[in-house]
């Protein structure tokens, strides 16, 4: 494995989703957790896993759970804590609503996210639409971050503007189908 391979991922498993009425990443698909899909496909792009979660219902999981530093914050504030709690230069981050995403997709972003020495975000971008939350972030972003949470400036993308950042173009939105709604859920099992 590569140094760029060894940087951690975070799992950002947010919290009781207003459209799903649960916890997202607790949702079964095809018999197991919105999140196991998520782990699996991990496991071939780094050996260091964590969830971004304080719900203990996680721990079965068995990787360990990081808390949000900054509460009631949303993706940024679940960005945060990833960066916070790591101490290498970059952190993989995901959202726990994407069980299609693939380990190519994620390989290629880290590989493309230290091929250029000033990129501090890259994200993966499907046909139709960017995946903020399906990226590499830099830990130098962390003082602009923090910031930005300070004023509660919480938009992922208006923040991933400000910094310099890279868009990594995947031709399918498949690997980046988000699960929010019961309906999203339906659709993913008739097309699975």
């Not at 972003?141 to 949470?149: D, M, R, V």
């Amino acid at each position: 494995m590569t140094e760029a391979k060894n940087i951690p991922a975070y799992i950002l498993c947010g919290g009781k989703s207003s459209r799903m009425q649960t916890e997202k990443g607790l949702v079964l698909l095809e018999d197991k957790p919105l999140i196991n899909h998520i782990i699996n496909k991990i496991k071939n792009s780094t050996k260091q896993i964590y969830l971004v979660t304080e719900n203990t219902d996680y721990e079965s999981f068995g990787f360990p759970l990081v808390a949000d530093r900054c509460k009631e914050k949303g993706p940024l504030g679940g960005i945060h804590a990833a960066l916070s709690h790591t101490n290498t230069e970059a952190v993989l981050v995901l959202s726990c609503d994407v069980p299609k995403i693939e380990s190519s997709v994620l390989n290629a972003l880290i590989e493309r996210h230290f091929e250029y020495g000033k990129t501090e975000i890259t994200l993966a971008s499907g046909p139709e639409k960017w995946h903020p939350l399906v990226g590499v972030y830099s830990k130098s972003i962390l003082p602009e971050l923090e910031i930005s949470l300070k004023q509660n400036h919480l938009k992922v993308m208006d923040f991933i503007k400000t910094r310099n950042y890279q868009v990594v173009e995947f031709d399918s939105e498949l690997p980046f189908s988000n699960v929010n709604t019961p309906q999203a859920l339906e659709t993913l099992k008739i097309n699975s």
